[in-house]
């Protein structure tokens, strides 16, 4: 675990920091989750080549350190973000860098629960994503985005040519509305109690601990972090399936998902802070595989630019988007077209 349990709790330290010193501390949170990652993916590619992925027991007990420690953050931030104790510039930098690691380590992590073997771990998932206002999303993704990604099917799987704010709308949602459909469809005939059901009273009961917490200002609080890291979210299905799709193998029979079907990026520190989340390809081909195992093959994998969350602000601008991706998803999708 020597790369990822101190890149993905360097930043719990300094958000903890933050929410009780604010000024320079809460500044070091954000540069850390921006400007240092962002360096440090260039340093580390010279330093250290890929690692091919393996997998090792201890990474289940970061996963699970990094779920515990999402609520103290998220319901600290509400707190001391409602309360107005620090000053505007550094609440300014604290919200932000709360917002951006809920989006990409939490979501990130949560998203490795979701498919854990272990239903204990599987819970914590859901309830991460439950706490950020966005349950259906652990329906959205098992049930409909693992089924029919890179398709036409799958709501999160973004269009050749679709503007990142049109697909967020679309993925919302579609994936809303497809993540009911799968699971009433499953629980037909069957009784028991809808995961929907599950996630609305879990986020209302989200929302009311905020309440209690810090009243209204709490609640506007948990709503704008809960938005801003929903986007980040949205920003990682965009640009890891943008214009990629299967190919029909037979009439209303697609191919199955291969690795030419999700974008992915090899820069070592984004990928050990966002639990290897961007080498997206070989997750599709093994969801159960624990993070530290997944693999990158740069001959078979659609490869991104630059890494992971510098990719998803080039998205927020979509002319500046499509004149990077657009020739390269073409490119990928070429040999698929004629079959």
């Keep these: 675990m020597s790369r990822f349990a101190p890149i993905t709790l360097a930043p719990v330290a300094l958000l903890a920091l933050g929410l009780a010193l604010g000024g320079l501390a809460a500044w070091a949170a954000l540069c850390y989750i921006t400007v240092f990652t962002f360096f440090m993916d260039r340093i580390v590619a010279i330093a250290a080549p890929d690692d091919p992925g393996v997998e090792f027991p201890s990474g289940r007990g970061l996963s699970v350190v990094l779920g515990l420690v999402h609520l103290p953050l998220l319901w600290g931030g509400i707190v001391v973000l409602a309360s107005g104790s620090h000053p505007l510039p550094s609440a300014l930098a604290l919200f932000v860098a709360l917002s951006l690691f809920f989006g990409q380590v939490s979501n990130s992590n949560a998203h490795e629960l979701i498919h854990a073997p272990s239903r204990a771990r599987r819970r914590l998932g859901v309830l991460i994503y439950v706490s950020l206002l966005f349950g259906h999303h652990v329906s959205a993704h098992t049930r409909v985005h693992h089924v029919h990604a890179a398709s036409a099917r799958d709501p999160n799987s973004a269009r050749l040519g679709e503007g990142f704010w049109a697909f967020a709308a679309r993925a919302w949602i579609g994936s809303f509305r497809e993540g009911w459909r799968a699971e009433s469809r499953l629980r037909a005939g069957r009784g ?148």
């Design 192 to 339: 028991g109690l809808h995961p929907y059901l599950v996630y609305g009273a879990g986020s209302v009961a989200a929302l009311a601990l905020s309440a209690a917490l810090a009243g209204g200002a709490g609640v506007a609080v948990h709503l704008a972090l809960a938005a801003y890291a929903q986007l980040q979210l949205l920003l990682s299905d965009y640009v890891q399936h943008y214009g990629l799709r299967r190919a029909e193998a037979a009439p209303g029979r697609l191919e199955p998902v291969g690795p030419e079907h999700s974008w992915n990026a090899p820069h070592g520190f984004s990928a050990g802070l966002m639990l290897n989340a961007p080498r997206h390809s070989d997750h599709h081909a093994a969801p159960s595989r624990a993070y530290p195992g997944l693999r990158l093959d740069r001959a078979a994998m659609p490869m991104l630019p630059h890494s992971l969350p510098v990719m998803a602000v080039l998205a927020l601008v979509p002319p500046i988007w499509r004149r990077v991706m657009d020739r390269r998803a073409r490119a990928w999708s070429a040999p698929a077209e004629p079959r």
